[in-house]
């Protein structure tokens, strides 16, 4: 399964399992930051994206957020 077809059943989730994934992808951010990893985005900004990305109505918008948040997550490298 990719990246993006993920992040498309996230967004059929309801709220509050929502928030159970972004907590899990927040905590993982943490541990890989801890590993020296310094490409990626803080917990706080993956956080802001992904809720940006559940708001929006512009599906051009929720692709843009999307790949940010895969590129930030798993390093700025990876794409």
């Known amino acids: 399964m990719t990246a993006k077809a993920v992040i498309e059943e996230i967004k059929q989730l309801p709220r509050a399992e929502q928030t159970r994934v972004i907590q899990f992808a ?3 951010a943490r541990e890989r930051q801890t590993s020296g990893d310094v490409s990626l985005l803080s917990p706080k900004e ?8 559940v708001e929006t109505a ?4 929720a692709d843009r957020i999307q790949e940010e948040i895969v590129r930030g ?3 700025r490298s990876h794409a």
């Open 73 to 75: 997550f798993y390093g």
């Open 46 to 53: 993956l956080g802001e994206l992904a809720k940006n990305m």
């Open 26 to 28: 927040l905590e993982l």
């Open 58 to 61: 512009d599906p051009t918008e």
